[in-house]
């Protein structure tokens, strides 16, 4: 069981940038993929962005490629995700999800564990 809880939404004009923090509990954090999702009004749920277990390879959706940066911390069971160069299609509530399976994943059904999401918001 992996229980998650997102921090660091908010509200930032076009082009600054956003610190998202996913602090996990529970035994599988450290063994599992961490990804991060977003989800805009009206919208489906889509993927941004994963990590390994280790930190060791990680994988961006083409929309924020180069903008963001996904990172893990398993000492403190955090997972960061980085938002520079922020624009309004990026405004979305962000979820972090764990995969305890192998390999890095983009579809939303691979993950077991969710928070409860945190809004950010970017204004023109």
């Known amino acids: 069981q992996v229980q998650l809880v997102e921090s660091g939404g908010g509200l930032v004009q076009a082009g600054g940038s956003l610190r998202l923090s996913c602090a996990a509990s529970?035994?599988?954090?450290?063994?599992?993929?961490m990804g991060w999702f977003r989800q805009a009004p009206g919208k489906e749920r889509e993927f941004v962005a994963a990590i390994s277990w280790n930190g060791g390879s990680t994988y961006y959706a083409d929309s924020v490629k180069g903008r963001f940066t996904i990172s893990r911390d398993n000492a403190k069971s955090t997972v960061y995700l980085q938002m520079n160069t922020l624009n309004p299609e990026d405004t979305a509530v962000y979820y972090c999800?764990?995969?305890?399976?192998?390999?890095?994943?983009?579809?939303?059904?691979?993950?077991?564990?969710w928070g409860q999401g945190t809004q950010v918001t970017v204004s023109s």
């Open positions: 529970g035994r599988t954090f450290t063994t599992a993929a």
């Open positions: 999800a764990a995969d305890p399976g192998f390999g890095l994943k983009v579809g939303a059904g691979y993950y077991d564990y």
